[in-house]
């Protein structure tokens, strides 16, 4: 824990605090406590963040520069020397890693990787240019996305995996656009883009368990996206449930391809059988979400033909997403994962939230419904207290090991 | 991964870049060399006209070719015959699969909105020029110089607005 000069003077006397409470509850010795102290003192008495910071700022303000004066003159350089100098760019970024992956501190190799990863698109976009070619873009963020992958290979840090990730979710995006899979994403039953992108989540998922042994960053980052996308998805299936509109009734539908279909469900039942293999901690918790996220798409699905019960509707696909924000929070708790925790349970009240307004459709019902709730809440959990005379605790770190 | 595995990955990473870049330029530089022809352009909208810094229009050959084939529900892709009519290059028919019945041709897909896609619909131009261009008319003295390749695909070298070049314009003026 690194304080800041401002803050320094408060963060020692809290740390001293905490090391007196600790060392009286018998969890660390004087030694121990002596070196942490040390330790602090030596992190906070610094002041290279400062020099690093101020390094940073004028660095990114000469890299600017110079890219505005090439800017201004873009024309009058010869397009020979716009693809000479971006190609050795290219190569400079990956001898430049060369150079520094000999460090202890593999942060500037990197760095650089992630420079070659952002030349790529740009060495893309200038030969576009200069040859004036038009096409797909799906194409390039895809190519940009394969040269990605041997630099997340290689990379200690888990943000390269973030990037090759993020350039393939973009390309699919793009592909998927192309062939007008957006276009009604929210009408009753066209989940086929949502479907895809929820089975692309439950790849990630399922990779990142893979590699987590080879690459625990790169792990890290394939199931930060795979929650991600996951998340966008049940929201975007959410809120189809929640759909009154249909332009089922309006015009021809769309016929719906079978495949994104069958291999979501095949992704769900592949993660669900490595989960149960594995043995992961809160089994039972993630298989419920994985149920829950299932029936949720598909519900959605089912409902296309007819809309005679909304208000039901509304009702069943409240209580799979909430439900599915308790299986997940639960299955974070288990796990140990704090931020998991807070983040499904916020969804779960945002979600509550909007529930009331798609009910009440005013703000002033909306808040007495809340208030009411709130009360509620509050008594249960009063109640609780008299009967058991203790609130129960999240699971910690340590369950998950 | 080991030092030396990492090593060689980035080796490999520098071989990859240069081949298929070096590639790619040199495979567009092979197939802009030959005989120019002038395609005339039409059919742009102002308020569509620039995306960024590219100027989109749209072939003349769009409109001809469907004069003679509907895209929609024919075999895609399509090669058109063109022939030279005042200096400028027109659709005159459908080129036959079995002989090489006519030569240039052009090669096109249909697209999403049921329209004959030859490959080419903008111009990379400075955003200092880009003005110029947004109200011009179709006229015999604007459209795109292009070599096409034995394929039929268009490649772009300059585009002809009013007479004026946009190639080798300054950026300055």
Not at chain 1, 242 to 264: D, E, H, K, M, V
Not at chain 1, 298 to 326: K, P
Request: glycine share 10%; net charge positive.
């Amino acid at each position: 824990m690194a304080c800041s000069r401002l803050g320094a003077r408060r963060c020692s006397v809290g740390i001293e605090r905490k090391l007196t409470a600790w060392k009286k509850a018998g969890l660390l010795t004087e030694e121990q406590a002596a070196a942490i102290a040390r330790h602090e003192e030596a992190q906070a008495s610094g002041t290279r963040w400062l020099v690093w910071g101020i390094a940073a700022v004028c660095g990114l303000a000469i890299a600017v520069g110079i890219i505005s004066v090439i800017a201004a003159h873009w024309e009058a350089i010869p397009d020979g020397m716009k693809l000479a100098a971006c190609g050795a760019l290219l190569l400079a970024s990956l001898y430049a890693a060369w150079r520094t992956s000999s460090l202890d501190n593999l942060w500037p190799r990197d760095l650089f990787l992630l420079f070659h990863c952002g030349m790529v698109p740009a060495t893309i976009g200038l030969i576009a240019q200069v040859y004036h070619l038009s096409g797909h873009p799906w194409r390039a963020v895809a190519l940009c996305a394969a040269f990605a992958l041997p630099a997340a290979v290689v990379a200690k840090q888990g943000l390269l995996t973030d990037v090759f990730i993020g350039f393939l979710t973009l390309a699919m995006g793009l592909l998927l656009s192309e062939y007008e899979w957006f276009q009604g994403l929210f009408d009753p039953g066209d989940l086929r883009a949502v479907l895809v992108y929820a089975t692309f989540g439950l790849v990630l998922l399922l990779s990142g368990s893979a590699i987590r042994s080879a690459h625990l960053r790169a792990s890290a980052a394939a199931k930060r996206w795979g929650i991600g996308l996951l998340g966008a998805t049940a929201v975007a299936a959410s809120v189809t449930w929640a759909t009154t509109n249909s332009r089922w009734f309006g015009g021809q539908p769309n016929p719906f391809p079978g495949w994104p279909l069958g291999i979501f469900l095949a992704a769900a039942a592949a993660l669900g059988a490595q989960l149960w293999w594995t043995r992961a901690p809160a089994l039972r918790a993630r298989l419920a979400a994985i149920a829950l996220l299932t029936l949720l798409l598909c519900g959605a699905l089912v409902g296309r033909a007819q809309e005679s019960n909304h208000l039901l509707r509304q009702f069943v696909g409240f209580g799979l997403f909430a439900g599915l924000c308790i299986a997940l929070a639960m299955a974070a708790a288990e796990s140990g994962s704090k931020p998991g925790t807070n983040l499904a349970t916020l969804a779960l009240a945002m979600r509550i939230f909007i529930f009331y307004l798609e009910l009440a459709k005013d703000l002033m019902t909306t808040g007495i419904g809340l208030i009411a709730t709130g009360f509620v809440c509050l008594a249960i959990a009063y109640g609780w207290w008299r009967l058991r005379r203790t609130l129960p605790v999240a699971v910690r770190i340590g369950r998950a090991q | 991964m080991s030092p030396t595995l990492g090593k060689r990955v980035l080796l490999a990473m520098a071989v990859i870049d240069l081949l298929f870049f070096g590639g790619w330029v040199m495979r567009e530089e092979s197939r802009r060399r030959g005989g120019a022809i002038h395609l005339p352009i039409e059919g742009y909208d102002p308020r569509d006209l620039l995306s960024g810094h590219y100027v989109r229009f749209q072939l003349a050959a769009v409109r001809e070719a469907a004069s003679f084939i509907e895209a929609r529900g024919t075999i895609s892709p399509q090669r058109f015959c063109i022939e030279p009519r005042d200096g400028l290059y027109h659709v005159t028919g459908v080129r036959k699969d079995s002989a090489s019945s006519c030569s240039p041709f052009l090669q096109a897909t249909f697209d999403d909105r049921g329209h004959w896609n030859f490959g080419v619909d903008r111009f990379y131009v400075d955003e200092r020029l880009a003005n110029e261009v947004r109200w011009i008319q179709a006229n015999p003295n604007t459209y795109l110089v292009a070599v096409v390749d034995d394929g039929g695909v268009v490649h772009p070298i300059d585009l002809v607005v009013n007479g004026n070049s946009f190639a080798s314009k300054p950026a300055s003026r």
